[in-house]
């Protein structure tokens, strides 16, 4: 059961969009569509962005969607605001009744 | 609304049991969802330590297994981990989740987190 793999940074100007991507195998992130995402900004604990892959929880903005290809999960942010910067999560199922986490990406807004 | 607490010491000893308590508030354990534990070492990233279900089916981390116990009081709406034989590298903050589902997501609400240091 190895981390899922995201990039360590990205970054955007406000009013652009951008994606994290999320990287797993053929035995998570490719067999199941149970990606969710996280944002943590410093200091706090982490906010339920996307759940089921692209189903977002009451109250959060619909500029976040969440997407999959083959064995990497997206998580895409439009029109960027200044109060996205943070740190972003994934997380899948990985089979055996276990959970893996993606290592996180920093997203700077410029 | 539905509010998680984490508790329990901040220093624990190495080779000692780490042992930490989720209040939850606005929702009765009993009534359902899966209930976990996640860590974060400093500086770093986000691990899943275990769940429970409502009625007490237990799933666990492999890399963890052997160390870890969950457990869940309805009478007290609380739910429990214990982490044997700590290290150094258990040091991280503590959190606990609803619906830190095993089949599916870290979870929709989640506590403050608590900091553990694992040090002499």
């Known amino acids: 059961q190895s981390a899922l793999t995201q990039p360590a940074s990205v970054s955007g100007s406000p009013g652009q969009s951008i994606t994290i991507s999320c990287t797993g195998t053929?035995?998570?992130?490719?067999?199941?569509?149970?990606v969710s995402w996280y944002q943590q900004q410093p200091g706090k604990a982490p906010k339920l962005m996307i759940y089921?892959?692209?189903k977002r929880p009451s109250g959060v903005s619909n500029r976040f969607s969440g997407s999959k290809s083959g064995n990497t999960a997206s998580l895409t942010i439009s029109g960027l605001q200044a109060e996205d910067e943070a740190d972003y999560y994934c997380?899948?199922?990985?089979?055996?009744?276990?959970?893996?986490f993606g290592g996180g990406t920093k997203l700077t807004v410029l | 609304q539905v509010q998680l607490q984490e508790s329990g010491p901040g220093l624990v000893k190495p080779s000692e049991t780490l042992s930490l308590i989720c209040t939850v508030s606005?929702?009765?354990?009993?009534?359902?969802?899966?209930w976990g534990w996640i860590r974060q070492p400093p500086g770093k990233g986000l691990e899943w330590i275990a769940s429970?279900?409502?009625?007490?089916?237990?799933y666990y981390n492999p890399s963890l297994k052997s160390r870890v116990t969950i457990s869940v009081d309805t009478s007290m709406n609380q739910f429990s981990l214990r982490l044997s034989s700590v290290t150094a590298a258990d040091t991280a903050v503590y959190y606990c989740?609803?619906?830190?589902?095993?089949?599916?997501?870290?979870?929709?609400?989640w506590g403050q987190g608590t900091m553990v240091t694992v040090s002499a």
């Open positions: 429970i279900y409502h009625s007490g089916g237990t």
């Open positions: 053929s035995s998570d992130v490719g067999s199941y569509n149970l």
């Open positions: 606005g929702y009765s354990i009993s009534s359902g969802y899966y």
């Open positions: 997380c899948s199922y990985a089979g055996i009744s276990t959970l893996v």
């Open positions: 989740a609803r619906d830190c589902n095993p089949y599916s997501s870290g979870g929709d609400i």
């Open positions: 089921e892959g692209s």
